[in-house]
Structures are given as structure tokens and as C-alpha cells.
Nanobody
Framework: QVQLVESGGGLVQAGGSLRLSCAAS????????MGWFRQAPGKEREFVAA????????MYADSVKGRFTLSRDYAKNTVYVQMNSLKPEDTAVYYC????????????????WGQGTQVTVSS
């Protein structure tokens, strides 16, 4: 089992920045690709970004490319997503997820999920 806990969400004005964290515990963190997804009210969960177990490969949704950056700290068993130039349409609950395979944009490919953290961007 892998337990995931997100943090770092909050309220920010458009154009601002936030850094979300996802702390992992349980099985060996370095063996898992990590993904971030988000879900806005009334919408389906959508892919945001993912990083491979090695950290060498990343994948971003077109909507966040150039604004969001993933990183992972193996010593802290934590994955981060730095979110810059935030827009009101980025408002959603953000979830991190883990899978013991390559990066994937499909939520159904991920085995473990956190509880989510709310990000609200005001205009």
C-alpha cells in the first residue's frame, strides 16, 4: 500500500503561484510514477502532470504546460508541483496519484490516490 497526502492548496489571485506537495508513505516511493489530477465542480477528473519514478520523464497537460513544473524529492518521499501564472480556470481539487509503471495521463491507470487539496484562483 501507498498512502498519499496532498498539501499546499489555498486561495490565490490570478497570476499568482502555489506549490502543492504530495507526501508518500508505505511502499518504496522511488518505484512509483506520480501523477497530478484535478477536478472542478461538475466536471470530470482531468490529467494535470506526471513524473516518472526516475524523475527523468515528465508529462504535462497542454493547459498547464509552461506554467506548472513537477519535481520529486526522494529523501522526503515527496512530489511537488509548482504552479505559476495561475488562472481562474485552474480552480479545482487537486489530487496526487501513484502507479508502479510508466507515466500515464489516464486516471484509471493509477492505483493509489490522495484525498485532494483545494486550489481556488480568484479573478
Amino acid at each position: 500500500q501507498v498512502q498519499l497526502v496532498e498539501s499546499g492548496g489555498g486561495l490565490v489571485q490570478a497570476g499568482g503561484s502555489l506549490r502543492l506537495s504530495c507526501a508518500a508513505s508505505g511502499r518504496t516511493f522511488r518505484n512509483y510514477a506520480m501523477g497530478w489530477f484535478r477536478q472542478a465542480p461538475g466536471k470530470e477528473r482531468e490529467f494535470v502532470a506526471a513524473i516518472s519514478w526516475s524523475g527523468r520523464n515528465t508529462m504535462y497537460a497542454d493547459s498547464v504546460k509552461g506554467r506548472f513544473t513537477l519535481s520529486r524529492d526522494y529523501a522526503k518521499n515527496t512530489v511537488y508541483v509548482q504552479m505559476n501564472s495561475l488562472k481562474p480556470e485552474d480552480t479545482a481539487v487537486y489530487y496526487c496519484a501513484a502507479r508502479s509503471d510508466y507515466v500515464s495521463p489516464a486516471p484509471e491507470d493509477y492505483n493509489y490516490w490522495g484525498q485532494g487539496t483545494q486550489v481556488t484562483v480568484s479573478s
